[in-house]
């Protein structure tokens, strides 16, 4: 980003210059993720990142705090003072105090909840009882409610009073006496309305919510469905607890977006960036599934020791094995990549599994059959091959496009029946898989067609 070297750039001749005041007022005309873009380049520099730091407003010093990744506020927290920190962790939103407190070791938690007040600490305590992957673990109660008789004009008040120090306005909530969630209405409504006006009269009383329980994939979920701003959460009892706002349900989505990409290339997911991770972590990371896929890798050099005496009487047929073993775990993955993909946008629900395998075995049909004439050409024309052996060949790649296809479309429907991420059926799993197919198919055709 050329506007953030620039800014780099001058805020390191500044500092040298020791025109502090002049850093402080370049800071105040960029955005916090620009900020903590600077900051993150000063890493190995704690020292000089901590004075600069302190140059910052204190409100924009907490929204640049928590756009930093945890290992660059860790550093700062180490240099701060108690007072410092104290500030920080004063102006910082209730999920963003949360999620600092799950990403830091267990002595600096600590020093934070020392310094947060009494009333934060309870509420960063409650909210951590929830489970790391729930709603109520991502939420804030930070959020502007009114009971369904206030007026118009009593709301607008309220928000002036109570607006600064709630994560979003744009979207307030509606409740009964007893906190149930009633209602929702907009800050457009509200303003457009008369005075007199009350909130059961404009509100939206068709509530989409979701319980503190529920994952965070099923928030993402309604996140990328509705296209909300801010999503109320509730308890057992449909009572408001919080919400969760877009800029989280945003890291959340980016979050699963990296973890089924990782897992999809076999990779236990880490959560840290890769610069940032350590050889040795990432070894732990891929070893588990290099020495799963390497295991079951092994079946292939079972089944060619088994056919070795058929490959011996038909020696033109070993050119072929990769091709076959190719072009079965491509067009596996092709069908796990896209139902995968359905399933998590909530396009394809567990229901319509037979819709999909049969939809895959017409693309299988399409796509094996164009794959078998094209190679068979090309045997016959360029290879010179007897046309046996052609045919072998081709019915061969045609049977394996229609079984992987088949087998990718439906292994992540099973797994997601099972409980499991559907991402696990993806490459280079399903790539293994299907060559042990491909060949048990190649030799049992080459036996049946050439006697052997």
């Known amino acids: 980003m050329p506007g953030t070297i620039t800014f ?15 850093v402080r007022d370049v800071f105040k005309t960029m955005n916090p993720a620009d900020i903590a873009a600077i900051f993150a380049g000063l890493e190995e520099e704690e020292t000089k990142s ?6 910052l ?12 990744d945890p290992d660059l506020q860790e550093g700062l927290i180490k240099k701060l ?14 999920d963003d105090a949360v999620e600092l407190v799950e990403e830091m070791p267990a002595n600096v938690v600590k020093r934070i909840l020392r310094q947060a007040d009494p009333e934060t600490r309870e509420m960063i305590n409650e909210m951590l009882k929830y489970p790391k992957d729930s709603a109520g673990s991502m939420m804030t109660n930070e959020f502007v409610y009114f009971r369904p008789h206030t007026t118009a004009a009593e709301a607008i008040a309220l928000i002036r009073k109570t607006g600064l120090d709630s994560e979003t306005i744009n979207i307030c909530y509606v409740t009964d006496t007893n906190s149930h969630l009633v209602g929702t209405v907009t800050i457009r ?35 990328r469905k509705y296209t909300f701003i801010a999503l109320p959460v509730v308890d057992g009892e449909n009572r408001l607890v919080g919400i969760v706002t877009v800029d989280d349900a945003i890291d959340l989505i980016e979050e699963e977006a990296t973890e089924d990409i990782e897992i999809m290339a076999a990779i236990t997911p880490s959560g840290k960036p890769y610069l940032k991770t350590s050889a040795f972590s990432i070894w732990k990371s ?9 295991i079951s890798a092994t079946f292939t050099g079972m ?24 072009a079965g775990g491509n067009s596996g993955s092709q069908a796990s990549t896209t139902v995968i993909r359905g399933l998590s946008l909530g396009e394809i629900e567990l229901r319509d599994v ?15 059959v164009t794959m078998a004439a094209a190679n068979f050409l090309k045997m016959i024309f360029f290879d010179h091959v007897t046309t046996m052996v052609a045919m072998v060949v081709c019915i061969t790649l045609a049977l394996t496009v229609l079984f992987a296809k088949v087998i990718g479309a439906a292994l992540p429907i099973l797994s997601k029946k099972l409980g499991l991420d559907p991402a696990v059926m993806a490459s280079p799993f399903m790539t293994t898989f299907v060559d042990t197919l491909s060949l048990l198919i190649y030799f049992a055709t080459a036996s049946a067609l050439l006697q052997i």
């Not at 780099?8 to 002049?22: G, H, T, V």
């Not at 924009?60 to 705090?65: K, V």
């Not at 909130?199 to 979701?210: K, R, T, W």
């Open 8 to 22: 780099e750039k001058m805020i390191a001749q500044l500092f040298e210059e020791r025109k502090y005041a002049s």
């Open 50 to 55: 901590a004075a600069l730091f302190r140059l």
């Open 57 to 68: 407003p204190k409100e924009l010093a907490a929204e640049s705090f928590v756009e930093m």
């Open 81 to 94: 003072t108690d007072q410092e920190l104290k500030q920080i962790i004063d102006e910082l939103y209730l």
């Open 189 to 223: 409504r509200i303003l457009l309305a008369k005075d007199d006006e009350t909130m059961d009269n404009i509100m939206e009383s068709n509530v989409i919510s979701v319980h503190t329980l529920e994952d965070k994939e099923k928030v993402a979920e309604v996140f």
């Open 286 to 294: 891929r070893i588990p599934w290099l020495l799963l896929l390497m």
């Open 303 to 326: 089944i060619l020791n088994h056919f070795e005496d058929a490959l011996a009487a038909q020696i033109a047929l070993v050119a072929y094995i990769p091709m076959l073993m190719g």
């Open 354 to 368: 037979l819709r999909v395998i049969w939809k895959e075995v017409r693309v299988a049909f399409f796509c094996g």
